[in-house]
């Protein structure tokens, strides 16, 4: 009723400062997540359980982990390093994803900010303070525990340092369901691997 | 603070309505003034001149009976006033020499359109000239004369009254302060065409003699706007106005030109939202409505309805919600209560997940080296049958998965990685997809390796020590025509 006697108001509101635009579009964002929060939640998670999702994800990271070992064997390497595995792990990971995540596409643009830095020169690290923890210090960052902890997880989970408490959490949540399939996908096919391996390795001299 | 405007003025202001009054041949000069003032101007004088005179009729009535009422009990009005004794006597003095003038003819109203506006435009006049508190004097004059939609008005603004004049509560009296104040800021206050756009679609319902005076409630003075959105934001959640809808409106877009018109009026829509639904069913349990723009969410019975507390309310119920989703998720959180301990929780096992996926990446990195090219398309297809084949014996995918193990060149490296991950594999095992493991177990390496790594899994279970030392300690054909068999059930 009272909306019907502002429909001219809103639209003079509408093109309004880019703040209430913002808060507008947050509110009609906060306003669809609570509609359908749950609902999106148990989505993102039964998507990431499902085995054809699993299987996908197994045999691109087949195919990356191939292009990485030949890469690296065109390069003259023959010890394709964890760490770039595991990237390579991270990135299909990300990329199955399809972007809808915060951190999928965290992971996607830090392979591309990596790249970049390689070419500019390395800053110097030392720069940095190491902060000498007093007891006051303590005192105060010990007070909001459960924020210290939700800063905690926003480190762990890539690409969400500043991100508001709510989507923090989803955030997680579709992450610890992404790990989760991640780690049953290459355990899988760490065995399936081990398995064809020792016979070539058998055959070696 | 608006007892004190009252109080102040109490003598200029008569002197001034007399000269006013004893001068109409200045009105025209007035007229022209008042004519000029910016609001009135958009007004639209021959609209209001319409207005008026098109009331005028309608309100003659309820005019001479207020007068009759003013005129014939004076002390039942000082006592309305707690602070305004002064001003009711000025305005009785001012309502008497108006009624004089009314009962005398008609005329007044009947009048010519100039003459109506000028007497309208010279109290508007003096307001001009005259401080602002001077404007609450002469204005319920021309409130009287050329008041369009005074019964509409007396009514929302008595509901004002009661709010935002303590002392006043008669419909009456403070029917006219309320209107001394709006109309005597009218010609003050400096009107946008914003505000013009937006006050024209609101008071559109409420007549179009509404505006000159739909304009002067949102262009309260600073104190009186103040006053009312201090009321409105303690009494907000609470029931407010049980006038019709214009009267909040009021309020809300009297809000909102105070403050900034988007902010502001986000908000007071918000609220206005809230109230309308708080007040309809203020005990409902909350179902989320999904409007177009604003969560609409109604107070539950017992629990406060401010504003602040019904967002706060509601930004827990989604933290909580996620929290929740989160405990399902992480295992062993069930019995973990309180987001501090079971964000611990989570943090740990985000860790312990991460790690596993280093681990395996790890062990991928060794077995990359050997062999990937021309399995690859057996691998996958292994892996499709592996997750969609049964399940297996739990026992075997743990021996399994310990012998797995052994496969790493690293083995110093891995082995705080090993316990670690072998305690989060044997939970993701027994919590996730223990078949899917298991499965993926049999195809057993050769157990060459087996004694040489057996040291490591000191830190295991009991049962996976158990197994692990059977395992160990069996003969490797044994070993291999058991993975053999079971390569074979495959």
Known sequence: MVDSLFPSIETTVDDASPESRRKRRRISETAKETAESSEINQESLKRWRTNRVQQIYASKLVEALRRVRQRSNDGGKITSAAREIRDTADRVLAASARGTTRWSRAVLATRVRASLKKHKKAKLTGARKPRKDTAAERKRSKLPAVERKLKILGRLVPGCRKVTVPNLLDEATDYIAALEMQVRAMESLAELLAAAAPRSMLTRP | ?490
């Not at chain 2, 009729?57 to 309820?62: L, R």
């Not at chain 2, 509560?169 to 001394?180: A, E, L, Q, R, W």
């Not at chain 2, 909040?248 to 030109?257: I, L, Q, V, Y």
């Not at chain 2, 602040?308 to 992480?330: N, P, W």
Request: proline content about 8%.
């Open chain 2, 1 to 490: 603070m608006d007892n004190e405007l009252f109080m102040n003025t109490e003598l200029p202001p008569p002197s001034e309505m007399a000269m006013h009054f004893e001068q109409p041949s200045s009105s025209s000069a007035m007229l022209n003034w008042g004519l000029m003032d910016p609001n009135l101007a958009r007004n639209s004088p021959p609209q209001d001149c319409f207005m008026w005179e098109k009331s005028t009729e309608q309100q003659q009535s309820i005019f001479d009976s207020a007068l009759s009422s003013l005129v014939s009990s004076p002390t039942p009005s000082n006592s309305n006033f707690s602070g305004g004794g002064g001003d009711g006597f000025i305005i009785r003095e001012l309502i008497g020499k108006l009624g004089n003038i009314g009962n005398t003819s008609g005329d007044i109203y009947g009048a010519p359109m100039n003459g109506n506006v000028s007497r309208s435009a010279s109290c508007y006049a003096t307001p001009m000239s005259s401080p602002p508190p001077m404007m609450n004097r002469t204005a319920p004059l021309t409130e009287f004369s050329g008041d369009p939609g005074f019964a509409e008005r007396a009514a929302k603004f008595s509901c004002f009254g009661s709010r935002s004049f303590n002392g006043r509560t008669n419909s009456g009296i403070p029917v006219n302060n309320g209107k001394i104040v709006n109309s005597g800021k009218l010609t003050r206050v400096s009107s946008t065409p914003a505000l013009k756009a937006l006050a024209s679609p609101e008071f559109a319902s409420a007549a179009r003699p509404m505006i000159p005076a739909g304009d002067s409630p949102p262009k309260l003075p600073g104190e009186f706007s103040r006053k009312r959105k201090s009321v409105s934001k303690g009494k907000s959640k609470d029931n407010p106005l049980p006038a019709a809808s214009p009267s909040p409106s009021f309020s809300k877009t009297a809000e909102r030109k105070e403050v900034s018109e988007e902010k502001g009026g986000k908000r007071r829509r918000e609220d206005e939202g809230e109230e309308e639904e708080g007040n309809k069913g203020g005990n409902d349990t909350k179902p989320p409505e999904p409007p177009k723009d604003y969560i609409h969410v109604r107070a539950r019975r017992g629990q406060a309805t401010d504003s602040h507390s019904l967002a706060e309310r509601v930004r827990r119920e989604k933290i909580g919600e996620r929290m929740k989703l989160l405990q399902d998720l992480v295992p062993g959180c069930n019995k973990v209560t309180g987001k501090a301990l079971m964000l611990d929780e989570i943090i740990n096992y985000v860790q312990s997940l991460q790690r596993q996926v280093e681990f395996l990446s790890m062990k991928l990195s060794s077995v990359n080296d050997t062999r990937l090219e021309f399995n690859v398309d057996a691998l996958v297809s292994k892996d499709a049958m592996i997750s969609s084949s049964g399940s297996r014996v739990h026992e075997s995918g743990l021996q399994l998965e310990s012998l797995s193990h052994h496969n790493y060149n690293n083995n110093s490296q891995l082995n705080t990685n090993v316990s670690s991950n072998n305690m989060m594999l044997h939970s993701p095992m027994k919590s996730l997809e223990p078949s899917a493991l298991a499965r993926g177990f049999t195809h057993l390496p050769t157990l060459t390796q087996f004694t040489d790594t057996i040291s490591q899994y000191q830190m295991f279970s009991e049962e996976d020590l158990q197994s692990i030392v059977g395992m160990g300690v069996a003969h490797n054909p044994n070993h291999e025509s058991q993975s053999q068999n079971m390569k074979i059930e495959l």
